[in-house]
């Protein structure tokens, strides 16, 4: 299965910190090779890196390890490879425009039998079971809702079409819109919310620690997801087998059908 990297924060925040032990995943600490790729929201703008070099071999990954680029809402993945050949345009994360604003998506976990028919404006480029679901939720999307839908209602249309999507295998993601990011779990997904007071933070895959009390502010809010925990010394939080969690500003937010 692929790896999973997200950050959701009140305030732009670089993430080198969590990025360095990410990467070694790819090709290093596990067995994921099979190419990598990072975006990052500025604004309405975005910067999105791909790479089909394994993360812990791409000078890419190299320079975002020692690059602090700032933002509130990232996502990463590291790729294992089970549809579609190793190339950049099967590396996630993927990218698509819906009501003027940039969509990001990355996806772990394999899909079967999943391939619904897609119009026009939304089509995969590469051969991946993860961007034909990623178009097919912006579809859905975009016919759910005639224009910019609000937070919560964002949240109960995407579990909703998780839910039909999950039949067909393994289907942990990240999405972002640049406001929020949500995080769906079928398997392994774990999340961290990191507030004053701060403390150290030790990696799991590298010999690296920061002790966030000397490099973040007392209003700093930052929530972490990631496959598994990026740290040894953190409470790291799992969700559950179909839960849908969402993130703004730093913390996750309590969205019910019943609010």
């Known amino acids: 299965m692929c790896q999973l990297l997200g950050m959701n924060c009140n305030t732009p925040t670089?993430?080198?910190?969590?990025f360095s032990g990410f990467a070694q995943r790819g090709g290093k600490t596990d067995h994921h090779a099979d190419g990598w790729g990072i975006a990052f929201f500025e604004g309405r703008g975005l910067r999105h890196y791909v790479d089909h070099l394994p993360a812990a071999e791409s000078p890419v990954a190299d320079l975002i390890r020692h690059y602090p680029i700032?933002?509130?809402?990232?996502i990463a993945h590291i790729r294992?490879?089970?549809?579609g050949r190793v190339n950049l345009e099967n590396c996630h994360p993927f990218v698509r425009e819906l009501w003027g604003r940039y969509w990001v998506f990355a996806?772990?976990?394999d899909l079967k039998d999943f391939r619904p028919r897609l119009h026009a404006h939304f089509r995969p480029v590469g051969q991946t079971d993860s961007e034909?679901?990623?178009?097919?939720?912006?579809q859905e999307l975009a016919k759910s809702h005639a224009s910019v839908p609000s937070i919560r209602e964002l949240t109960l249309t995407l579990a909703e079409l998780a839910s039909r999507i999950t039949p067909h295998g393994t289907f942990n993601f990240l999405l972002s819109q640049g406001d929020a990011l949500w995080?769906?779990?079928?398997?392994?997904?774990?999340?961290?919310?990191?507030r004053a007071p701060f403390g150290p933070a030790q990696l799991s895959d590298d010999e690296l620690e920061l002790d966030f009390s000397q490099e973040a502010s007392a209003t700093d809010e930052v929530a972490v997801i990631a496959t598994?925990?990026?740290?040894?010394?953190?409470?790291?939080?799992a969700l559950a087998r179909g839960e849908?969690?969402?993130f703004e500003k730093g913390r996750r937010l309590a969205i019910s059908p019943a609010q």
């Open 14 to 18: 670089d993430i080198t910190f969590s």
């Open 70 to 74: 700032k933002s509130e809402n990232v």
């Open 80 to 83: 294992k490879a089970t549809q």
């Open 107 to 109: 996806h772990n976990g």
């Open 132 to 138: 034909h679901a990623f178009c097919w939720i912006m």
């Open 183 to 194: 995080a769906h779990a079928t398997s392994s997904l774990y999340y961290l919310e990191r």
């Open 228 to 237: 598994s925990p990026l740290t040894r010394n953190e409470a790291w939080t």
């Open 244 to 246: 849908m969690a969402v």
